[in-house]
């Protein structure tokens, strides 16, 4: 019976990469595809939508002390 290793695609190229124990960049294929995805991040590709939320409600909380001010 026959041992296939385990493969995971990578997550820049979608290659398959053998998850094993010398592949020093899994679950990327290469060390140029992981500072891709480690650049994506840096760049602001992986949005985290968090940050976003947290600039609207400041935005909403200036408002409504204007509006308190005003009265
Ligand atoms: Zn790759």
Redesign the pocket.
């Known amino acids: 019976m026959p041992t296939t290793p385990a493969t995971v695609s990578?997550p820049?190229?979608n290659?398959p990469v053998e998850w094993s124990r010398h592949q020093h960049y899994r679950p990327?294929?290469?060390r140029r595809?992981k500072l891709i995805d480690l650049g994506a991040w840096l760049d602001g590709s992986h949005r985290i939508p968090g940050s976003e939320l947290a600039g609207e409600s400041n935005g909403i909380d200036e408002d409504s002390n204007d509006a308190a001010e005003r009265q």
């Open positions: 990578c820049t190229c290659r990327f294929c290469s595809c």
